[in-house]
């Protein structure tokens, strides 16, 4: 409905996001008017809880070893774009049942604030998860090993949000602004004492996200953002009836003005500023999932028989976990852009050869299938140096093992769902199914399904049982010749 409306698959995936943060927005401030009402008619329920800094688990604990081999791809599940983690809570599974993470609250938080490469995104979206005791106690045990001691309220919001991506749904949001409350009153207590409720600390923490939310959300026009007097007005009469004093609100509001509060650069961050700088990709590129691995200068060769001009097809090639996006700089005065879009594939399913003849010396055959086709296309490039090449082949071998690696666990999950499902069924005269016959088990169709790859390739990129072991198959110069 909004493809058709807004006119391609880009613009309207765009637009429901728009919708959807808009929404979330709005359901977050009719949050804040229900609580701040709730305790205007001392109708709220006990928010905080006053405890003595050594009721939480210490740094000490934290000290876990934690396993690294064949990592790379156990924190790629955490990423929502990649099967089976869609949400953040599978990802996490993963990473317990292969034994990277200890299956304890307190080896999860460690793992959260010190593992590069997470979405702070999905971090929130797991830490916010209130259904789940083990989400519950793995926030308390993250904001246990947080330091607000001497900080103004607004500042230790600021260093929780550099870790903690606080936005999406208002009861996550809400969820997590109240451990973080909870947090700052063990680090602050003579804060405290200046007010007469402590749940003052919570309604405080909650207005100013939603204060940072208005004041810097492109949804919101600048004629309708909260002005300090409106800011002034939400927070009248919440501390039992009393006005929090003046200077405090307008100090806080000033330094968002100043400020905005939001999480550290991640992985995201980085493809959203490729991204920004293309025109031409009709494609979302900035996805939860997909991280930058590096970028190369290479040369599109047409004809691998012929000489071109050696600057003759410049392309800036970008390799991410999942996909190779190629594209070429535009000239200065055409475009503010910095790069054409040329064309995008993805790695799953990439084979690649080197090549060396008499025109090129550093030379690249990528052979990738065609969506929705058994045909393949195969694309050529050479580097002007060795060194050039050799790191670019280093990144795409281990891209496409991970790639390779995280589509064979998608279909272990997928059968394992499978098997599930089986278990659940019985036969017309009311016995259950063997769900483990040979014909019909997961394993057989697990290894038909991992066992169909073509008879005839170039140089293939293969997983064995161990993490992250490559095989390297040889090819026919005759195949090689059917692509030139």
Not at 40 to 55: D, F, M, Y
Not at 219 to 244: C, T, Y
Not at 397 to 422: D, M, N
Request: hydrophobic share 35%; net charge positive; proline share 4%.
């Amino acid at each position: 409905m909004l493809e058709h409306k807004y006119g391609g698959h880009l613009v309207s995936r765009r637009a429901a996001c728009t919708i959807q943060t808009a929404f979330r927005q709005y359901q977050l401030s009719k949050n804040f008017e229900k609580i701040r009402n709730s305790l205007l008619e001392s109708r709220l329920p006990r928010r905080i809880s006053l405890r003595k800094e050594g009721g939480g688990m210490g740094r000490s604990r934290l000290k876990t070893c934690i396993r690294t081999t064949g990592y790379s791809q156990g924190k790629g599940l955490f990423r929502p774009g990649a099967e089976p983690a869609r949400n953040p809570d599978k990802g996490i599974q993963f990473l317990i049942s292969r034994g990277f993470i200890p299956d304890t609250p307190i080896g999860v938080a460690h793992f959260l604030l010190q593992r590069k490469g997470l979405s702070r995104q999905m971090i929130g979206e797991f830490l916010g998860n209130n259904k789940k005791q083990f989400n519950r106690d793995v926030l308390d045990c993250v904001v246990d090993e947080m330091d607000f001691s001497s900080m103004e309220l607004d500042e230790a919001l600021r260093k929780f949000q550099a870790h903690i991506r606080v936005q999406g749904e208002a009861q996550k949001v809400e969820r997590l602004i109240e451990a973080f409350s909870q947090r700052y009153c063990v680090c602050n207590p003579e804060v405290v004492q200046q007010f007469h409720n402590p749940d003052t600390i919570f309604i405080l923490a909650f207005a100013v996200v939603l204060l940072n939310t208005d004041m810097y959300s492109p949804n919101i026009k600048p004629d309708r953002k909260m002005l300090l007097e409106d800011f002034i007005r939400n927070l009248r009469g919440v501390d039992d009836g009393a006005d929090i004093p003046r200077e405090l609100v307008v100090g806080i509001y000033e330094r968002i003005q100043q400020k905005e509060l939001k999480s550290n650069e991640d992985h995201v961050t980085y493809v959203t500023k490729v991204e920004k700088s293309i025109v031409g990709m009709k494609a979302m590129l900035s996805v939860p999932h997909r991280r930058l691995v590096c970028c190369s200068r290479l040369f599109e060769v047409t004809d691998v028989n012929k000489l071109q001009k050696q600057a003759a097809h410049q392309r800036e090639v970008f390799l991410f976990n999942d996909l190779l996006v190629i594209l070429k700089l535009c000239p200065k005065k055409k475009s503010s852009s910095t790069y054409t879009f040329c064309k995008s594939v993805g790695l799953l399913g990439m084979q690649f050869h080197l090549f060396e003849n008499e025109y090129y010396s550093h030379g690249i055959t990528l052979v990738t299938p065609l969506s929705g086709s058994e045909k393949k296309q195969a694309l050529h490039f050479c580097a002007l140096g060795s060194d050039e090449m050799q790191k670019f082949v280093e990144d795409l071998k281990e891209s496409i093992a991970e790639v390779t690696e995280l589509e064979q666990i998608r279909i272990e999950w997928e059968l394992e769902k499978q098997q599930g499902t089986k278990t659940l069924s019985f036969k017309p005269g009311g016995a259950q199914g063997d769900p483990q016959s040979k014909q019909g088990s997961p394993t057989a169709k697990q290894e038909a399904a991992l066992g169909e790859r073509p008879a005839e390739s170039t140089v293939e990129v293969l997983i064995s049982a161990s993490p992250a072991r490559l095989t390297i198959l040889p090819i026919s110069r005759d195949t090689i010749k059917s692509y030139c």
